[in-house]
């Protein structure tokens, strides 16, 4: 069974830092790309970040290019979110989440349950 | 970057009744690449159709998907208890997006 476990949240200043975890079990983590979404309250859904398989491949939403960074560790099956000079309106409930297929455009079909994040003084 | 609008924002039914949820992109979507996700109060989406119209393991056949183009379509045909929550399209062809959800509560 697919799992994936979020941690690393909590409540952080503006301009603070944060990591988020997500452990991964119940598939081979190393063969698939993953993605961290994150949800403000009451809003919808955001695609923030993206690693290849690999981890030598990285996308960014633009609302966090320069502050956020994304890796993996795939010996431990771990994926990370460092969350650098945040603000406000990063605060959030964050996914991660798996895609479907390992190879070409694939949706998620399979999501943590989350990690909520608060930035406030 | 592709916009996705989803109508109506919230619908207001009955159980038993049949719910239409519309997802209208900027641009054209290939069917491949098109899902829709179901939410409920405190927890994770769920997958429920991907590639406009297969069912995800499990999703009962109440649900179906279509559409083509920049117009999609998840049905829920008999709408159960369960099936009161928030609903996202997704599109996942190069950069991803979602719509902003269709809540549909109980009338």
């Known amino acids: 069974e697919v799992q994936l476990l979020e941690s690393g949240g909590g409540l952080v200043q503006p301009g603070g830092s944060l990591r988020l975890s997500c452990a991964a079990s119940?598939?081979?983590?190393?063969?698939?790309?993953m993605n961290w979404v994150r949800q403000a309250p009451g809003k919808g859904l955001e695609r923030v970040s993206y690693?290849?398989?690999?981890?030598?491949?990285?996308k960014y939403a633009d609302s966090v290019k320069g502050r956020f960074t994304i890796s993996r560790d795939n010996s431990k099956n771990t994926l990370y979110l460092q969350m650098n000079s945040l603000r406000a309106e990063d605060t959030a409930v964050y996914y991660c989440?798996?895609?479907?297929?390992?190879?070409?455009?694939?949706?998620?079909?399979?999501w943590g349950q989350g990690t909520l994040v608060t930035v406030s003084s | 970057e592709i916009l996705l609008t989803q109508s109506p924002g919230t619908l207001s039914l009955s159980p038993g009744e049949r719910a239409t949820l519309s997802c209208r992109a900027s641009?054209?979507?290939?069917?491949?690449?098109l899902a829709w996700y179901q939410q409920k109060p405190g927890q994770a989406p769920r997958l429920l159709i991907y590639?406009?119209?297969s069912r995800a393991t499990g999703i009962p056949d109440r649900f179906s998907g279509s559409g083509s183009g920049t117009d999609f379509t998840l049905i829920i045909s008999r709408l159960e208890p369960e099936d009161f929550a928030v609903y996202y399209c997704?599109?996942?062809?190069?950069?991803?997006?979602f719509g902003q959800g269709t809540k549909v509560e109980i009338k």
């Open positions: 641009q054209t979507v290939s069917s491949t690449y």
């Open positions: 119940g598939f081979t983590f190393s063969s698939y790309d």
């Open positions: 989440a798996k895609v479907a297929y390992i190879s070409g455009w694939s949706h998620f079909d399979h």
């Open positions: 997704h599109q996942y062809a190069g950069s991803r997006s």
């Open positions: 690693i290849k398989s690999s981890g030598d491949s990285t």
């Open positions: 590639g406009t119209s």
